[in-house]
């Protein structure tokens, strides 16, 4: 079991930044893919972006490449997701998730993932 802690969410204007975290609790994350996905009202959640370990390539939904930067530190047990250039559509909850890194598959894969935090609000205001 992972359980799996988001913070560091809020409000920004368009053009500004915020760095999400995600602290994986009770256990070790150096066994599992780790990712970013988003919600926002009436869509489906969505994924931003994943890494499967910490010197791997990471990969990004297209909507976000170039701004977002995914990394994770694996004796501080942590992903975090750095969101710069934010946009209102950036608006969503997002959710840090973890999956054993034996499941293949593609990163982008929600169905895949077996561990989800609550989520954090990303409000990004015009």
């Known amino acids: 079991q992972v359980q799996l802690a988001e913070s560091g969410g809020g409000l920004v204007q368009a053009g500004g930044s915020l760095r999400l975290s995600c602290l994986a609790l009770?256990?070790?994350?150096?066994?599992?893919?780790m990712a970013w996905f988003r919600q926002s009202p009436g869509k489906e959640r969505e994924f931003v972006a994943g890494?499967?370990?910490?010197?791997?390539?990471?990969a990004y939904a297209d909507s976000v490449k170039g701004r977002f930067t995914i990394a994770r530190d694996n004796a501080k047990n942590t992903l975090s997701l750095q969101m710069n250039s934010l946009k209102p559509e950036d608006t969503a909850v997002y959710y840090c998730?973890?999956?054993?890194?034996?499941?293949?598959?593609?990163?982008?894969?929600?169905?895949?993932?077996?561990?989800w935090g609550r989520g954090t609000q990303v409000t990004v205001s015009s």
């Open positions: 009770e256990q070790s994350i150096n066994s599992y893919v």
């Open positions: 890494l499967a370990w910490a010197g791997a390539i990471p």
């Open positions: 998730s973890a999956r054993p890194s034996d499941r293949r598959g593609l990163l982008r894969n929600r169905e895949l993932y077996d561990y």
